[in-house]
């Protein structure tokens, strides 16, 4: 079992600047590709950005040149720097990994999510 913990939420003002922590640990194997999606209020859980072990990163395209994801591998931490925060990347933020359980190419790959961290932005 893998547990993420988030930190780095909070209330910001349009235009400030926010930092994401996730944190793996736990009984876990090999973390490839760990990445952040957000969920507001009535809307479905979207992509943020995503980012493999060997630091390939993707983007979403509302995010893309005001988010920059980064990971820590000693620490099993990605990180999710946001500046130039709006009103409406305001929401839950989850953290994900996916995990491979063996070394194997085809041994089995799990998902885990963070409980998730409130990012409120003010107008």
């Known amino acids: 079992q893998v547990q993420l913990e988030e930190t780095g939420g909070g209330l910001v003002q349009a235009g400030g600047s926010l930092r994401l922590s996730c944190a793996a640990s736990g009984r876990r194997g090999s973390i490839g590709t760990m990445g952040w999606y957000r969920q507001a209020p009535g809307k479905q859980r979207g992509l943020v950005a995503t980012?493999?072990?060997?630091?390939?990163?993707n983007y979403a395209d509302s995010v893309r040149g005001r988010f920059t994801i980064s990971r820590d591998n000693a620490q099993n931490t990605v990180y999710l720097q946001m500046v130039s925060l709006k009103p409406e990347d305001a929401a839950v933020y989850y953290c994900?990994?996916?995990?491979?359980?063996?070394?194997?190419?085809?041994?089995?790959?799990?998902?885990?999510w963070g409980q998730g961290t409130q990012v409120t932005v003010d107008s």
């Open positions: 980012i493999t072990s060997s630091g390939m990163t």
């Open positions: 994900n990994a996916c995990v491979k359980a063996g070394a194997a190419v085809e041994s089995p790959t799990y998902e885990y």
